[in-house]
């Protein structure tokens, strides 16, 4: 039987009491490629959206000689690997905890092997964000942690061929073979979000479809700390639905520690994995930051995806440094080495401002009273309103 707990820190400041470790799941680095094909997703689902994309498109074309190319282009978090880990450490140690820190970004492990040459980071897991096809119209994101160092490149050699030629037999075949692994962790994470806009309707079909054919080889599903509360409920009665453990995963892309951690007392993530797995007992804590109203809290995610940080390394520095689309000969290069005189056109620079403008003290404090939650923090993740 699941036994998942949930704990809420601006309710009980003591709640990591009893607990002698914090565990940060699903954070990301500048190792992951997050695409930029979603703007095409937008242009399409919003009417009004669609001529300015069209406008950028054209003056693209006409003045670079480059068609824009949404699905070839990406964008990386700010953050390198060691100020990743220092960042959930950090957050965790000021409980008095002991930190266990898995960064998971997409569909590589570099983040974890790099770190692996830090002295004080050299028990960190092979983890990985794997972003799995199903259905032929999305594609399901799987935390796979703490892989076996002697595997783990042989793993991501499998997982990159399936992503290449998927069928649903193969991904039960890998979720298999992941399982008989006795120290790998698998959470379904964030399950309830349609990423790829198919529709929710069709898409809790599939991820229903996808548990009643693979849920016995997954480990839990993620409660994700930058989704909203209403979708976090319906995860949770997705998990009693299949009988299965909830679990942590802060999804963090900017510079904002994890919204949520896992309490336990194990001494090591391996430890960790077995609670999960064979005793089947999962404490997820929320952190004050998940308190604050979701649409401030993407505000100001974006902004940390576009802010400057001149105490970075160089090529982490500035937004267009961090984003990289294919020049005229379609190799990839950073959007700051194909700008016409070293910057960014009118336009692009206009928006940029603009967002920045929403993040100021004066326009960001209203926005965040106008979408205050304060009913949603009492309801919490399933809770009766009192």
Same mark, same amino acid.
């Given at each position: ?49 669609? #001529?300015?994309?069209? /406008? $950028?498109?054209?003056?693209? =074309? ?5 068609? *824009?190319?949404? &699905? ?5 978090? #700010?953050?390198?690997? /060691? $100020?990743?880990?220092?960042? =959930? ?5 000021? *409980?008095?905890? &002991? ?123 993620e409660l994700n700390g930058l989704r909203n509360w209403d979708e976090n409920r319906r995860v949770r009665r997705l998990a009693a ?47 004050p930051q998940y308190a604050e109203p979701w649409k401030h809290r993407l505000l100001q995610s974006t902004l940390d995806a576009i ?80």
């Amino acid at each position: 039987m699941a036994n998942s707990t949930i704990s809420y820190m601006w309710r009980n400041h003591r709640a990591a009491r009893g607990f002698s470790t914090g565990v940060s799941l699903h954070g990301h680095t500048n190792q992951s490629r997050e695409t930029l094909d979603f703007l095409a997703d937008f242009g399409n689902q919003f009417p009004i959206i669609r #001529p300015i994309l069209e /406008r $950028l498109e054209r003056r693209s =074309e006409a003045r670079f000689g480059v068609r *824009l190319n949404y &699905a070839a282009s990406y964008w990386t978090p #700010p953050m390198t690997p /060691r $100020l990743a880990f220092d960042l =959930e450490s950090s957050q965790i140690e000021q *409980l008095g905890l &002991a930190p266990l820190v898995s960064l998971s970004d997409h569909d590589n492990i570099n983040a974890p092997m790099l770190l692996r040459t830090v002295p004080t980071a050299r028990h960190i897991p092979v983890s990985v964000e794997w972003s799995a096809p199903y259905g032929g119209v999305q594609s399901f994101h799987l935390g796979i942690h703490n892989l076996p160092s002697s595997k783990a490149v042989g793993w991501m050699l499998t997982l990159e061929d399936y992503t290449a030629n998927p069928s649903p037999t193969r991904l039960t075949e890998i979720l298999v073979a992941l399982n008989e692994e006795p120290n790998v962790l698998v959470v379904f994470n964030h399950p309830l979000w349609d990423l790829y806009l198919i529709g929710q309707q069709k898409h809790e079909f599939l991820v229903n479809e996808f548990l009643q054919k693979n849920g016995a080889h997954l480990h839990a599903l993620e409660l994700n700390g930058l989704r909203n509360w209403d979708e976090n409920r319906r995860v949770r009665r997705l998990a009693a639905q299949w009988n299965m453990l909830l679990i942590s995963g802060g999804d963090r892309h900017g510079v904002e520690p994890n919204a949520n951690i896992n309490l336990t007392n194990a001494t090591c993530f391996t430890e960790f994995v077995h609670e999960i797995r064979r005793e089947r007992k999962s404490n997820v804590l929320f952190m004050p930051q998940y308190a604050e109203p979701w649409k401030h809290r993407l505000l100001q995610s974006t902004l940390d995806a576009i802010r400057e940080y001149p105490d970075f390394p160089q090529g982490s520095r500035t937004w267009d440094e961090r984003a990289y689309h294919p020049d005229a000969n379609g190799v990839i290069r950073p959007l700051s080495e194909l700008w016409p005189e070293s910057r960014p056109p009118r336009a692009i620079a206009w928006t940029i401002g603009l967002v920045q403008l929403l993040g100021s003290g004066v326009v960001s404090g209203s926005l965040r009273l106008a979408w205050n939650e304060a009913r949603q923090l009492r309801l919490a993740l399933g809770e009766q309103e009192a």
